[in-house]
């Protein structure tokens, strides 16, 4: 490897980085390493008569009825669990064939400033705004009897961390009693890179956040939660259709020399190095009336680059709007009762930047292996969308998804039926043995991040100068790691090879662990469908080994031709799963394995053990495993709150800079308000938008509401000043189907209020533009 040299900038640069580190780690320990920080869940988000790790018994299942609460003891200390409130079960029509169903859709959008967007891990990728709103889309499915139930939730965030989905299960426990629990709910995250982030509890992904934000936090959970007592409240008997089909020109295999390292007999089994099926449900009830559609394909939803800083749900959520305003006609985007939720499936190596990666300052090709160009390295070398700029290039997606699902959505007609049923583990991650053949076994490691993980992707590159292959470390870098963090174990070191360890975040604890020990193992099935519940992002040769492994458990043990679906981003976030092979090649997404070089391996033996327990019925003797940790005192968001001020003489929401009197369709009508921090409206939820279009009816004398802040056609932007200062600017791309006549646009906010030595108070404001026309000509 040649000696890297630095210039007196990167010197200084790098100087004022390990200073900071240093400093920062010293503060965090001194403020956060406290006794007490971790909450056993035990009676508090599970029942507490459910069995112990060790017990190989089925846990009791809590009756109906509300309970006066239950005293847990834990070690010396006894503490008391608040009562379990149960929310009485609708009375279920049983004589019928097909399944009750509930489909349920829920604002979870979060904080829409002041928060770093999760995805990219892109330092001053803060949001800026609203492109989009993000959602919570569930889906419940029972037995005619009501006897047994799963529930499936698409959620519009990067992923779903473990804190999120102990928080649901806990707020859905003190509700519903035992009727939802952590073994027949899967949450999912889409993956979109421009979603919020903070609501995560291990360490690597708190710095990723810059901080732990409860208000984001908080609005997440309340949406999941929403999302899943609405479908709850709508059930009905229903049947549910499945179709699967081919995908063309909306993806690429963005590592595809990792690809190639994967044995070529496996390989000519396949047309594409990408998976291109769509799996597609189709929900009705019994007199045909459309419900609902829950489907799964492979891409990454980064169509939205990272130079971004509008909250948006990218590809996967335009192919969502689309196809739920067609079905919820006169509704506003996200309302209506008609869900379609578009899913992650196994999208580690897939991109939507069909254009691939190229050199942009020569144009080059630089598809290599390790994505560099001439000039430049890495930092050069990005793959392009098909658009004209990347909100176009998320639309051309996004339709093509839309556009497919909607072909597969009308012709399907083979019905989904058969028992439901669900199986779920917590698993200790680092500590897996696997039976590789009769006379050889492995193990998992440690969490680790390897050196081309801090490369990133053609899709998003890193802020430093590293490379994806990089198979040998770097001295440098080893010795800046080694003064801040420590020195990796030589147990972690050979346990991760051919990987060269950046971060041995495995052997990391403080102020909390920094990455999860305790991961979920889940699959629920609905009849001849099996949904595998990864807690990461499994490549394409990952995904596929994978199904093939569990549809064989399920055929061995009599249950046959099983359609078997690959969930991703679900329950834990545990970054990627690439194969043994493709590990040796040490891209990103093989740097980003973090459970070393046979973890695909354990899942698969994870997910094995699931499927038979469930094909032979013998679930209940499943061990329910380690229960995770609930980390309290989180590191809070290094942005401070600021009371908000507007100019002398004006008052939030004064108009700034009016619309233009006149607009022709295609314009982009645009006003300038005097605004204050979107993150309050994350505490103070009075306006559920931060924007309305609206056109004067002349019969009825009243304004009327044709866009909101869900609506692609809308933007809201948000230009943060100096001591508190703030400016909205609100624009409407006028599409070519906008209707004549008069319009204007409101804008909702908040403001936060700070008198001396009282606390601050958020408010409520609202304003309205002058009004304008929209003309053909």
Not at 113 to 135: C, F, P, V, W
Not at 250 to 266: D, F, G, K
Not at 402 to 423: F, H, N
Not at 611 to 639: M, W
Request: hydrophobic residues 35%; glycine residues 8%; charged residues 15%.
């Amino acid at each position: 490897m040649a000696k890297r040299t630095f210039s007196t900038l990167e010197t200084f640069l790098i100087f004022l980085l390990v200073l900071t580190t240093a400093v920062t780690v010293a503060l965090l320990s001194l403020l956060f390493i406290t006794s007490g920080t971790i909450e056993n869940h035990k009676g508090k988000f599970f029942p507490a008569t459910q069995s112990s790790p060790t017990t190989q018994s089925s846990p009791t299942i809590l009756g109906s009825t509300a309970s006066q609460g239950l005293t847990i003891t834990s070690g010396s200390r006894t503490t008391q669990a608040p009562p379990v409130i149960t929310t009485p079960d609708p009375p279920l029509f049983q004589n019928f064939s097909g399944y009750h169903i509930g489909v349920g859709r829920a604002d979870c959008t979060g904080q829409v400033a002041d928060i770093n967007l999760m995805g990219y891990s892109k330092t001053g990728q803060n949001a800026q705004g609203i492109l989009t709103r993000l959602y919570s889309r569930a889906f419940i499915m029972a037995e005619p009897d009501g006897s047994n139930r799963v529930v499936f939730v698409s959620v519009d965030i990067g992923m779903v961390s473990q804190r999120l989905r102990l928080e649901v299960l806990n707020r859905l426990q003190s509700k519903y009693g035992s009727l939802y629990r952590r073994d027949n709910i899967i949450l999912s995250g889409t993956h979109t890179h421009s979603g919020p982030a903070g609501f995560f509890q291990y360490t690597v992904f708190v710095i990723a956040s810059e901080g732990f934000s409860n208000r984001t936090f908080e609005y997440m959970v309340t949406g999941i939660v929403k999302s899943i007592e609405m479908a709850h409240k709508n059930m009905k008997p229903g049947k549910i259709f499945i179709n699967k089909g081919i995908v063309e020109g909306a993806q690429i295999n963005r590592s595809p020399s990792s690809y190639l390292q994967n044995p070529e007999s496996e390989r000519a089994r396949y047309s594409s190095n990408t998976d291109k099926e769509m799996v597609v449900l189709k929900m009705e009830d019994l007199n045909g009336a459309e419900l609902g559609l829950l489907s799964w394909f492979a891409i990454h939803p980064v169509s939205m680059n990272n130079s971004n800083h509008l909250v948006n749900s990218d590809n996967m959520g335009y192919a969502s709007y689309l196809f739920e305003q067609e079905k919820n006609k006169g509704y506003l985007p996200g309302q209506g009762p008609y869900v379609a939720a578009f899913a992650s499936s196994n999208l580690g190596d897939v991109s939507p930047n069909i254009l691939g990666p190229r050199c942009v300052n020569t144009g080059e090709s630089c598809d290599n292996a390790n994505s560099s160009c001439p000039i430049g390295g890495s930092s050069t070398c990005i793959a392009m969308g098909p658009g004209e700029d990347m909100l176009n290039s998320t639309q051309i997606i996004g339709r093509i998804i839309y556009q497919r699902a909607k072909e597969l959505y009308a012709s399907a007609s083979q019905e989904v039926t058969g028992p439901l049923a669900a199986a779920h583990q917590w698993v200790n991650m680092t500590d897996v043995t696997i039976q590789l053949n009769s006379t050889h076994t492995a193990k998992t490691c440690k969490p680790a991040l390897g050196y081309s993980f801090a490369a990133g992707t053609v899709d998003g590159f890193g802020s430093l100068n590293f490379t994806q292959g990089t198979t040998v470390g770097d001295p440098f870098w080893d010795t800046l790691r080694d003064q801040i963090l420590g020195k990796p174990s030589e147990e972690i070191k050979q346990c991760h090879k051919p990987k060269p360890i950046l971060l041995h975040t495995g052997e990391l604890t403080k102020p909390h662990p920094w990455h999860p020990d305790i991961i979920d193992v889940q699959i629920i099935t609905i009849g001849s469908l099996a949904i595998t519940a990864i807690p990461g992002e499994l490549t394409t040769m990952s995904g596929r080994r994978l199904r093939e492994a569990v549809q064989t458990e399920f055929a061995t043990n009599g249950m046959q031709n099983m359609t078997i679906v690959i969930s991703g981003l679900c329950n834990v976030y545990t970054h990627y799963i690439t194969t043994f092979e493709e590990y040796q090649a040490q891209r990103y997404e093989a740097a980003s394995t973090i459970y070393g070089p046979h973890t695909l391996s354990a899942y698969i033996q994870l997910f094995r053990g699931l499927a038979k327990a469930i094909a032979t019925d013998t679930v209940a003797n499943l061990s329910r495993g380690p229960e995770p940790p609930f980390f309290k005192q989180l590191i809070a968001s290094l942005i401070p709150n600021v009371a908000d001020k507007a100019p002398i003489g004006k008052t939030f929401g004064d108009v700034l800079q009016p619309p233009k009197p006149t607009y022709r369709l295609g314009e982009v009508a645009e006003v300038t308000f005097v605004g204050a921090n979107p993150k309050n409206s994350a505490e103070n939820r009075t306006h559920q938008t931060f924007l309305t279009v609206e056109k004067y009816e002349a019969a009825s004398a009243t304004w009327q509401i044709v866009h909101n802040d869900a609506s692609w056609e809308t933007r809201f932007y948000w230009h943060k000043g100096l001591q508190g200062h703030s400016n909205a600017i609100i624009q409407w791309h006028i599409p070519d189907t906008a209707q004549p006549g008069t319009y204007r646009i409101r804008y909702f906010g908040h403001n936060r209020k700070q008198d001396f030595l009282k606390p601050a108070v958020i408010l409520p404001f609202e304003s309205t533009s002058s009004t304008f026309e929209v003309v053909t000509t």
